[in-house]
């Protein structure tokens, strides 16, 4: 049972534009999302975060969107870089367990084209 | 601040052969996670320790897998009996404040 989606295996975007990229979860007890970029041999590099009290988070050209009726959020990077390619996760948890045991959907793979 | 370190970055076992990986978490860190990725998945959880005690273990972590962490510093994964199916990215990833995971580069281990 998938309980983080990314129903888009890869996304291709010519350089300067936006890049979206989308994600959806089906356990309504997700309150904290986390986007992360992982280059080919090295692990994941942690973007932006946002917690369900938000709707939206900021950071330089990322911005992250929650949809918390819909359990969707969003990816947006403004301008988009050939440096931006890379495969994108995003990854959803409970905080309210302690854990912080982190759900990873599979992963999106952005080509920003020059 | 030297990040999270991993070791090996590669493992090539025979199959049925016992292997262990070490994670050296960033200092002050006192939550560490185990994460497994095999191609084309997001990462796994596997365990996860705060400082010495694992407090949690995915039903993904069979009884040939032990992790530990002495005196709340670096651990340990091992696998006994190494099958086929243990190939995969097996990622560390350490935390001070919960809600921002720090992940190593991984072991990538492949059995034959």
């Known amino acids: 049972d998938q309980q983080v989606k990314q129903n888009s295996p890869s996304l291709s975007v010519q350089e300067g534009r936006i890049s979206i990229l989308n994600c959806d979860y089906t356990?309504?007890?997700?309150?904290?999302f986390l986007w992360y970029k992982k280059y080919p041999a090295e692990g994941p590099t942690f973007l932006i975060s946002?917690?369900?009290?938000?709707d939206k988070n900021e950071d330089g050209r990322f911005t992250v969107f929650l949809n918390k009726s819909a359990k969707h959020l969003s990816l947006h990077i403004v301008p988009s870089q050939p440096g931006d390619s890379a495969v994108y996760f995003c990854?959803?948890?409970?905080?309210?367990?302690?854990?912080?045991?982190?759900?990873f959907g599979t992963g999106t793979r952005l080509k920003v084209l020059a | 601040d030297t990040g999270v370190s991993q070791d090996p970055r590669h493992k090539i076992t025979k199959r049925g052969q016992n292997v262990t990986f070490r994670c050296d978490p960033i200092?002050?860190?006192?939550?560490l996670y185990w994460y497994r990725q095999t191609l084309g998945q997001g990462p796994e959880f596997l365990t996860y320790?705060?400082?010495?005690?694992?407090?949690?273990k995915s039903r993904l972590l069979s009884d040939r897998f032990s992790a530990e962490r002495p005196k709340g510093s670096f651990s340990t994964l091992e696998i006994q009996r190494t099958e086929q199916g243990d190939s995969a990215m097996y990622l560390c990833?350490?935390?001070?404040?919960?809600?921002?995971?720090?992940f190593g580069s991984g072991t990538q281990l492949s059995v034959l």
């Open positions: 946002i917690s369900s009290i938000k």
């Open positions: 990854a959803a948890t409970t905080a309210t367990s302690g854990t912080y045991k982190y759900i």
């Open positions: 356990n309504s007890m997700f309150d904290y």
């Open positions: 990833a350490s935390s001070l404040r919960p809600a921002k995971l720090f």
């Open positions: 200092s002050e860190h006192n939550r």
């Open positions: 320790f705060q400082n010495e005690a694992q407090l949690e």
